[in-house]
């Protein structure tokens, strides 16, 4: 299942990339009103722009010509119209500029691209080092930040220009993921030597919590998201297992310190975190909410989903 939440615009996006036959949704979490896409079944939600109503839906892979292809197209939700479409390559994410005119584009042994949606023109491009998923922009700079897979180094690319720059990262290892909290203009960094770092703006760090030293808790974190909740003031990250818990568990950061708050154990059939909801409550699969003060698991019963969802 795929989640994109917008807390500003009290929307949640949902996809489910392992049934072709179930049409992507918006819930408006206010108005406790459903709106699907029934003429894109099996298609993704990738990302979203809050300021233009932009989203990005992207389908499974399909035949195209010689090889492997996804219709990726870009809809202005409010009227459904199509302003972008493109079908050349199998496409994994995109990204929106700050003003929503231009989206980065991901794409199997593709350069990642800019493109103009008002033209359709490849606009700049850069190395297929990163993956999207792992980056983050940082709207006060109007600079995205992309940990590069095999190296000790972000990139760095501007928002305005497009141009990329390699940045070297005084960390002594390598970021799998890096996430920016606008309102605290803080970084979030997750190492593959198991560790969540806490930066400030220039990067300096503030504080830092080594997931291999929490004792029977001691699970590796590598490649868990980093969720942060709607009131900025606690993060969460996941462990698939843990020393003494092979359902894993969910560790619940203060923001200021890093210190843990809450450590959430897993269990059978419970369901892992699919995704950030609104408050201090997170996505289960399938369709649960947790919340991250109390642990407390209870099923999402409104609004009525669309089979595929429940």
Known sequence: MNVITDNKGRQLFLSRDDEENVAPLVYHIDEKRLQAWQQYPGYQVIAWHAGTGLLVLNSAWIQGGRKLVTNLIVMRVATQEVVYSTNRHMYYNAVFNAGGSHLLLEAYNQKLAWVDLSTGEIVAELKPEVRLYNGTFNPHQNLFYFPLENKKSWLQVDGATFAG?????PYPHRA?????????????LLTEGNILICCDGELKILWQRNFSEMG????????SDILVTEDQERICISASATESNRWGADFVLDMNTGEPRHIIQGYHMRGRIAGSYFGRQVLLH???LMDLD??????WTLPEFLPGFK
């Open 165 to 169: 720059t390699l940045i070297k990262t």
């Open 176 to 188: 799998h993921k890096v996430t920016y909290v606008e309102a605290l203009q803080r970084y979030l």
């Open 216 to 223: 029977d808790d001691t699970g590796v974190v590598f490649g």
């Open 286 to 288: 399938p369709m649960k």
């Open 294 to 299: 109390t642990g407390e698991v209870e099923a």
